[in-house]
């Protein structure tokens, strides 16, 4: 039976990377991120209309990332990125926590693939422990995929504003078969935890 449940949860697994390959996520959020990129490139690019009688140190002093009042440290960092590329410039300006969709993204593969591997040293030395670690990792990726999806459905239903970021799309059919599979997989996975528990 746990041999079943592996089998189903790597077709399951399978089906959900296929799902996330054939989708519009990977090309969704560069498109989002080319007008900060454009802008950031655009401000360097404003900075050489100054008068040639300006000395060349001027233009350091007048970036964003050192004002008027910087220290020697705040002086050298500012010169040194002033050469940073667009994407660059884009990257730290970008947020250090990921919103709630981008979680949601990492976090449901991840779970599902933990407990993948949780499973399978169930599976090759029958230890209870790690079924019920396994069940409880499927259990949440379920929740977490169910979460993700409704918030899927809910931003597609919305009309986005201009210039943000689109809504994910996805396979209708591919959403149901791996769905169904997951349904299976985490039946299966319980009943194999349960019959174990006694």
Not at 57 to 81: C, H, I, L, W
Request: glycine fraction near 6%.
């Amino acid at each position: 039976m746990a041999i079943v449940v592996l089998a189903l949860w790597l077709f399951t697994a399978g089906a959900g990377f296929y799902l996330l390959a054939t989708s519009n996520l990977g090309r969704a959020r560069p498109a989002a991120t080319i007008p900060a990129a454009q802008s950031a490139a655009a401000q360097p690019a404003a900075a050489p209309a100054q008068p040639a009688t300006v000395p060349a140190a001027a233009p350091v002093a007048q970036t964003p990332a050192a004002p008027a009042t910087a220290s020697k440290r705040e002086m050298r960092r500012a010169a040194r990125d002033r050469f940073d590329p667009p994407s660059l410039i884009a990257a730290k300006s970008a947020p250090a926590v990921p919103g709630p969709r981008s979680l949601l993204e990492f976090a449901h593969p991840a779970f599902a693939i933990v407990g993948l591997g949780f499973w399978l040293g169930f599976t090759m030395v029958h230890d209870r422990a790690l079924g019920w670690i396994a069940f409880g990792l499927v259990t949440a990726a379920v929740c977490l995929g169910l979460t993700w999806y409704t918030a899927n459905t809910r931003a597609a239903r919305r009309e986005a504003p201009p210039g943000s970021e689109p809504a994910p799309a996805f396979r209708t059919r591919l959403v149901l078969l791996h769905g169904s599979a997951a349904t299976v997989t985490f039946a299966l996975a319980a009943l194999t935890a349960l019959v174990l528990s006694h």
